[in-house]
């Protein structure tokens, strides 16, 4: 219901050809291996990851008027990734059991936070939702087949729809229009920029060059996920004006960070399985690679030994069980 939204060119003509294909090639074994792996890896970032992060962003965002600086600049970063796991961990168990049942849906979510730009991050976040409103709503308006203010005007249009789809509030209507200026202001001032890198001699396919892009975007998006994540316009303003007028660096020595909801050993486990992510992410930035692919080019040996861990990692550190209120996955009430 939340994504990949197919388009019915590639899932109505799986589900027309699905009852001509022989039952002894649909219950082959890689295909369904694969399958159950790429669930296993949504459930690792739903379970482990997100639902932990959680805890910390509910915390904070309940209550944000309690707290300063460090602790809502680190909850709103939380909520970036929590945000991310969440839907990416929908769509991989979504693509996961699609691809067990012998249908192949879209890779929805293409490592958004290693970005350079707001633009590029658009075409790696939710893929399958941006391509949708490109083809019915930003094309159709013209694109950017028409006059520089035109284009602009076509792109912001697009976001703020983009954010009346997420709900009928002001804050998702910021949101949205936010990542629209993000692009135009981009857009505009890359001509200045050029011009500084050249007389400057920046090197711009430097490693720094480019994690200070992917810095910037980070920081960038996870601004406008405040805006998202709040429960109104108000609530937002009044988040961010905190971070700028309550400072309170002495949190970072005082313990005060373990009172957020995580003690030190869950605190741990969530270090620990960021690690795990961002080098899955590497992975599939650089080798173009999702962490199914990757494993199945390794050796046997290596390729169990990384499913029982995972598997073992979800049994003993996910947040589920008994008096557990276990949170629905964000993109269910939009």
Same mark, same amino acid.
């Given at each position: 219901?939340?994504?990949?939204?197919?388009?019915?060119?590639?899932?109505?003509?799986?589900?027309?050809?699905?009852?001509?294909?022989?039952?002894?090639?649909?219950?082959?074994?890689?295909?369904?291996?694969?399958?159950?792996?790429?669930?296993?890896?949504?459930?690792?970032?739903?379970?482990?990851?997100?639902?932990?992060?959680?805890?910390?962003?509910?915390?904070?965002?309940?209550?944000?008027?309690?707290?300063?600086?460090?602790?809502?600049?680190?909850?709103?970063?939380?909520?970036?990734?929590?945000?991310?796991?969440?839907?990416?961990?929908?769509?991989?168990?979504?693509?996961?059991?699609?691809?067990?049942?012998?249908?192949?849906?879209?890779?929805?979510?293409?490592?958004?936070?290693?970005?350079?730009?707001?633009?590029?991050?658009?075409?790696?976040?939710?893929?399958?939702?941006?391509?949708?409103?490109?083809?019915?709503?930003?094309?159709?308006?013209?694109?950017?087949?028409?006059?520089?203010?035109?284009?602009?005007?076509?792109?912001?249009?697009?976001?703020?729809?983009?954010?009346?789809?997420?709900?009928?509030?002001?804050?998702?209507?910021?949101?949205?229009?936010?990542?629209?200026?993000?692009?135009?202001?981009?857009?505009?001032?890359?001509?200045?920029?050029?011009?500084?890198?050249?007389?400057?001699?920046?090197?711009?396919?430097? %490693?720094? *060059?480019? /994690? $200070?892009?992917?810095?910037?975007? +980070?920081?960038?998006?996870? !601004?406008?996920?405040?805006? @998202?994540?709040?429960?109104?316009?108000?609530?937002?303003?009044?988040?961010?004006?905190?971070?700028?007028?309550?400072?309170?660096?002495?949190?970072?020595?005082?313990?005060?960070?373990?009172?957020?909801?995580?003690?030190?050993?869950?605190?741990?486990?969530?270090?620990?399985?960021?690690?795990?992510?961002?080098?899955?992410?590497?992975?599939?930035?650089?080798?173009?690679?999702?962490?199914?692919?990757?494993?199945?080019?390794?050796?046997?040996?290596?390729?169990?030994?990384?499913?029982?861990?995972?598997?073992? %990692?979800? *049994?003993? /550190? $996910?947040?589920?069980?008994?008096? +557990?209120?276990?949170?629905? !996955?964000?993109?269910?009430? @939009?």
């Amino acid at each position: 219901m939340a994504g990949p939204i197919e388009r019915s060119k590639n899932l109505l003509i799986q589900i027309a050809q699905i009852d001509h294909i022989p039952t002894g090639q649909l219950l082959r074994y890689d295909r369904i291996a694969s399958g159950l792996r790429i669930m296993l890896w949504g459930y690792f970032m739903k379970m482990v990851i997100a639902d932990r992060l959680a805890i910390i962003v509910n915390t904070v965002f309940d209550a944000w008027f309690f707290y300063g600086t460090v602790e809502l600049v680190l909850a709103a970063a939380a909520f970036s990734i929590q945000i991310y796991c969440d839907f990416a961990g929908y769509s991989t168990i979504a693509v996961g059991a699609a691809k067990v049942m012998g249908f192949s849906l879209t890779d929805n979510f293409d490592t958004p936070y290693f970005s350079g730009s707001i633009q590029e991050f658009w075409r790696r976040w939710h893929i399958s939702l941006s391509t949708w409103f490109k083809d019915y709503l930003y094309i159709p308006l013209g694109g950017n087949r028409c006059g520089r203010l035109r284009r602009h005007w076509n792109i912001l249009v697009t976001f703020l729809v983009s954010g009346l789809w997420h709900g009928a509030s002001w804050h998702f209507v910021v949101w949205g229009g936010m990542h629209g200026v993000f692009q135009i202001v981009a857009a505009e001032t890359r001509p200045y920029r050029d011009l500084l890198y050249e007389r400057t001699h920046t090197k711009c396919t430097s %490693f720094s *060059f480019r /994690f $200070g892009q992917v810095a910037a975007t +980070f920081v960038l998006t996870t !601004f406008a996920w405040i805006f @998202f994540r709040a429960r109104s316009l108000t609530q937002a303003c009044g988040y961010i004006g905190r971070i700028f007028t309550k400072p309170d660096w002495h949190v970072l020595t005082d313990g005060s960070l373990c009172q957020l909801g995580l003690d030190r050993v869950e605190a741990n486990v969530l270090l620990v399985s960021l690690w795990v992510l961002f080098a899955a992410g590497l992975v599939k930035y650089r080798k173009k690679e999702t962490p199914d692919l990757f494993l199945d080019r390794q050796c046997a040996w290596f390729r169990w030994a990384a499913v029982a861990g995972m598997f073992a %990692f979800i *049994f003993l /550190f $996910g947040v589920y069980g008994p008096g +557990f209120d276990a949170g629905q !996955f964000i993109y269910f009430q @939009f």
